[in-house]
Every structure is written in structure tokens, then in C-alpha cells.
């Protein structure tokens, strides 16, 4: 009899890749056997900057980390779209992400789909483990220059 792969899925823009995604991925890995990284297309960002690199090459470079499984981009219409077919048994949320862990556990139940949702608590102190403090970092660096 084979053993079940607990799936664990991680979401993200992942625009300017840091310290802080590494800590967030590293604990998600954690919770399971697989991590999954579903990465927010352009149009669905909508809780900060547009971000500056292109969807699919945000998608290579988040594929590329070790701790990552598979890596794919989001829906363009529904958030919730592609848990149908990833079906994950955690979803990890990064200390700093914008969902409330309840209304998300209600959102899942409505939609049929059995996650447990984690707060990963986790992070990397510093500016540059923060996409804001990263870009704020170049903006003051810039302008010293």
C-alpha cells in the first residue's frame, strides 16, 4: 500500500525575489512531502504594485529554487480555480501575506476543498527580506548615487 504525498501549497507574486521568499518556501516545504508554488499572474495583483517581472519568468525563477517541487501560474479569473486540479492538503500561508487564515478556511469549505490553512510565522529579519524594503533599499541607494 503506498503512502498519501502531503501537498503543500505556497501562493505569491514573488516579483523581486529575496531572503524572505527563501524562509517563506523553506518552512512551507516543512509541512509536507511536495511544495507547490502557485505564483499570482499580473492581473490578480491587486493588494500592491503591479509587479515588474513578466508572470512566466517570476514562474522560471521560482522553479528554479530547491526547496520547490513545481511551481505554476495562477488563474487570471478565480484565485481559487486551480486548487481543483492541485488539491493541496496545506496551504501555507507567509507571515506577512494579506489573508486572513479564517476567512480563507471558509472560503476552502464553501469550495468543497479540505486544506488546512498555516500561517508560516517564520521570517528573515532585515529590509532586503522584504520586497518593499528591497525596492526602498534601491530608491535610497539611488539617490545617494
Not at 102 to 122: D, F, H, M, Q
Amino acid at each position: 500500500m503506498s503512502k498519501k504525498v502531503k501537498r503543500v501549497l505556497a501562493t505569491g507574486t514573488f516579483d523581486l525575489l529575496h531572503p524572505g521568499h527563501l524562509c517563506y518556501l523553506t518552512e512551507a516545504k516543512k509541512l509536507g512531502d511536495e511544495l507547490i508554488v502557485l505564483v499570482a499572474r499580473d492581473c490578480m495583483v491587486k493588494h500592491k504594485p503591479a509587479p515588474i517581472i513578466p508572470e512566466e519568468q517570476r514562474v522560471e525563477m521560482v522553479s528554479a529554487l530547491k526547496m520547490v517541487d513545481r511551481a505554476i501560474l495562477g488563474s487570471d479569473r478565480d484565485m481559487f480555480e486551480p486548487l481543483f486540479e492541485i488539491r493541496p492538503d496545506v496551504i501555507a500561508l507567509g507571515y506577512d501575506q494579506h489573508f486572513d487564515e479564517v476567512w480563507l478556511a471558509g472560503e476552502l469549505e464553501k469550495r468543497g476543498i479540505n486544506a488546512e490553512v498555516v500561517r508560516i510565522t517564520s521570517m528573515r529579519e532585515g529590509a532586503e527580506c522584504s520586497s518593499r524594503g528591497v525596492v526602498q533599499k534601491v530608491i535610497e541607494k539611488r539617490a545617494k548615487a
